[in-house]
Structures are given as structure tokens and as C-alpha cells.
């Protein structure tokens, strides 16, 4: 493997887990609406909602933490190659 096919395959796993964070951020709002829908259509009380909410929310700031910026679908030859030169 040169040095050209480690650099891509690293910015190829980059963008992908980009990809990842952006789609564990959506699913986390979702839930965290659904949570405070269901809380309000049971008649409120203590906010339990909170801790699935907090819970859900570790999980994406730690995938948060390993990649960031934009990215929903696959990542294309010119995100690639944009990763591959911050890389080198």
C-alpha cells in the first residue's frame, strides 16, 4: 500500500465517520422530541424525558468528538481529495 492509498483510505474513514455524526445528531432529536411528546400527551409531571435525552446526547457528543463537520451523503472525489491534502 503507498503512501497515496493510506492517506485516501484515512480520509475515506474521516468523511464516513463525518457522515455518521450528522446521522446520530438527527436521530437524536428525533427521539428527544418524541420523548417530550409522549411527556406531554401523558399529562407532564417530573420531565423524565431528561435522562433519555442526556443519555442519547453522550453517545453523539463522544461521536461528536471524532468527526466534524458536514456531510449526509457519501463523500465525493472532491471532499476526498480536500480530506487527503488537510491530512498531509
Known amino acids: ?31 428527544s422530541a418524541l420523548f417530550v411528546v409522549i411527556w406531554l400527551a401523558t399529562g407532564m409531571g417530573g420531565f423524565w424525558p431528561i435522562w433519555p435525552i442526556a443519555g442519547i446526547g453522550v453517545g453523539v457528543a463522544f461521536t461528536g468528538i471524532r468527526a466534524f463537520g458536514p456531510g449526509r451523503s457519501g463523500p465525493s472525489e472532491s471532499q476526498i481529495q480536500s480530506e487527503m491534502r488537510r491530512l498531509s
Open 1 to 31: 500500500m503507498t503512501d497515496e492509498d493510506d492517506l485516501r483510505a484515512r480520509a475515506v474513514q474521516r468523511l464516513k465517520a463525518k457522515q455518521h455524526f450528522w446521522s446520530a445528531l438527527g436521530t437524536w432529536l428525533v427521539l
